[in-house]
């Protein structure tokens, strides 16, 4: 797919054009996409200054493909004896579910499905929902907490059941979970990377995992029988770094103790290492880059080949580099969620205040690469 460099925002019917810079933001760990875009005071084929407010129903589309789809948030304007200059911020309509406080009848459900939790909070904003994953079984009981905004509530149900939320550009809302199947274009370093960026961080990492939990008991098992444990290691920590969990469900046929600790290493170290790819352009050979996309990446300097994900998307356009796209990428078990796990501190890590968050053998040799040509 061709990139044509061309950014337009609708606002009340009317298409509007002439950018200088546009920045737009998207990714898997938000639940709203977000853009600036930055413009003359008139349009050359507009005799008029834009009639653009606060509050205005927004599509920004980037390519004839939209990218946000909501609300005008602020306009600011400069000027001077030169030149007049706008600046137009907006989200997603999502963004409401994240700035505004959960209300529900009496704040409580009985034996209802994660679907009808979600679409009962979101329906006095007009946002479409769409689920394409399986949200697990009914809750025995879900209540709202006090002062807690929607999307803190629905991502709190999301967790028991490994469900995502995130925005699907179009002004709805998505239940999904990591993508699992590759797209066909390939990111090379060489050929169609501009710059590549690598972090590697272990600052929530550990040397030795354990969890406590409990199993199931009956009449003749009890106490301490049934109480269990459960360990894991991460051989990248040299010195001494112990982190002990206490489960959050009882272990049974479907959560073991140590899926559960398995899992709290395995996601720390996809969520330590992140690799940002500049590449020309808004779009690959099928059309726009998307977050919650399985791209192989080949960059031999960074001993990086194998498949990541795209975490989180940055579109661009400015003077200097025309149209580009920054991708952050992610091992994809930094999203490998496990029904029943919530309100941990690495969730809270994972999402983020403002509700937004390279296979283990590959993060590792990456580590040693680093180390050893330092």
């Given at each position: 797919?061709?990139?044509?460099?061309?950014?337009?925002?609708?606002?009340?019917?009317?298409?509007?054009?002439?950018?200088?810079?546009?920045?737009?933001?998207?990714?898997?760990?938000?639940?709203?996409?977000?853009?600036?875009?930055?413009?003359?005071?008139?349009?050359?084929?507009?005799?008029?200054?834009?009639?653009?407010?606060?509050?205005?129903?927004?599509?920004?589309?980037?390519?004839?493909?939209?990218?946000?789809?909501?609300?005008?948030?602020?306009?600011?304007?400069?000027?001077?004896?030169?030149?007049?200059?706008?600046?137009?911020?907006?989200?997603?309509?999502?963004c409401?579910l994240?700035?505004?406080?959960?209300?529900?009848?009496?704040?409580?459900?009985?034996?209802?499905?994660?679907?009808?939790?979600?679409?009962?909070?979101?329906?006095?904003?007009?946002?479409?929902?769409?689920?394409?994953?399986?949200?697990?079984?009914?809750?025995?009981?879900?209540?709202?907490?006090?002062?807690?905004?929607?999307?803190?509530?629905?991502d709190?149900?999301?967790?028991?059941?490994?469900?995502?939320?995130?925005?699907?550009?179009?002004?709805?809302?998505?239940?999904?979970?990591a993508?699992n199947?590759?797209?066909?274009?390939?990111?090379?370093?060489?050929?169609?990377?501009?710059?590549?960026?690598?972090?590697?961080?272990?600052?929530?990492?550990?040397?030795?995992?354990?969890?406590?939990?409990?199993?199931?008991?009956?009449?003749?098992?009890?106490?301490?029988?049934?109480?269990g444990?459960?360990?894991?290691?991460?051989?990248?920590?040299t010195?001494?770094?112990p982190?002990?969990?206490?489960?959050?469900?009882?272990a049974?046929?479907?959560?073991?103790?140590?899926?559960?600790?398995?899992?709290?290493?395995?996601?720390?170290?996809?969520?330590?290492t992140?690799?940002?790819?500049?590449?020309?352009?808004w779009?690959?050979a099928?059309?726009?880059?998307?977050?919650?996309?399985?791209?192989s990446?080949?960059?031999?300097?960074?001993?990086?080949?194998?498949?990541?994900?795209?975490?989180?998307?940055?579109?661009?356009?400015?003077?200097?580099?025309?149209?580009?796209?920054?991708?952050?990428?992610?091992?994809?078990?930094?999203?490998?969620?496990?029904?029943?796990?919530?309100?941990?501190?690495?969730?809270?890590?994972?999402?983020?205040?403002?509700?937004?968050?390279?296979?283990?053998?590959?993060?590792?040799?990456?580590?040693?690469?680093k180390?050893?040509?330092?």
């Amino acid at each position: 797919m061709a990139d044509t460099g061309i950014a337009e925002l609708k606002i009340g019917g009317t298409s509007y054009g002439g950018w200088t810079d546009v920045t737009v933001e998207a990714g898997i760990e938000q639940i709203s996409g977000a853009f600036k875009v930055g413009v003359t005071d008139r349009w050359a084929d507009q005799p008029v200054a834009r009639p653009i407010r606060p509050d205005s129903a927004v599509q920004l589309l980037l390519d004839g493909d939209p990218v946000v789809t909501g609300w005008v948030d602020e306009v600011n304007t400069d000027a001077d004896d030169r030149s007049h200059s706008m600046q137009i911020d907006g989200r997603d309509r999502t963004c409401d579910l994240v700035d505004c406080s959960a209300i529900y009848k009496t704040g409580q459900w009985r034996g209802v499905t994660l679907e009808r939790i979600v679409r009962d909070l979101v329906a006095p904003y007009d946002i479409t929902v769409t689920v394409n994953a399986d949200v697990g079984a009914t809750f025995p009981s879900f209540n709202l907490q006090e002062g807690e905004t929607v999307f803190q509530a629905m991502d709190r149900a999301a967790r028991m059941r490994a469900v995502l939320l995130t925005s699907d550009s179009n002004g709805g809302l998505l239940l999904t979970r990591a993508a699992n199947a590759p797209i066909a274009t390939r990111l090379v370093f060489g050929e169609n990377i501009k710059k590549i960026a690598y972090r590697e961080s272990l600052k929530e990492r550990f040397s030795e995992y354990r969890v406590k939990g409990q199993g199931k008991g009956n009449m003749n098992v009890y106490g301490k029988a049934v109480r269990g444990y459960a360990s894991a290691t991460d051989s990248a920590l040299t010195r001494y770094r112990p982190l002990i969990i206490l489960s959050e469900k009882q272990a049974g046929q479907d959560f073991s103790l140590q899926q559960r600790i398995d899992w709290e290493r395995d996601v720390r170290i996809g969520r330590g290492t992140r690799v940002t790819i500049t590449v020309q352009g808004w779009s690959h050979a099928d059309g726009l880059w998307r977050p919650n996309t399985l791209v192989s990446v080949q960059a031999p300097e960074f001993d990086i080949s194998d498949q990541l994900l795209i975490a989180k998307i940055r579109y661009l356009l400015n003077e200097r580099t025309g149209t580009t796209s920054e991708l952050e990428l992610a091992d994809p078990r930094a999203f490998a969620l496990l029904s029943g796990v919530s309100g941990t501190s690495l969730n809270r890590a994972i999402r983020g205040a403002d509700g937004v968050e390279v296979r283990r053998r590959n993060v590792a040799n990456i580590g040693r690469h680093k180390r050893s040509s330092q």
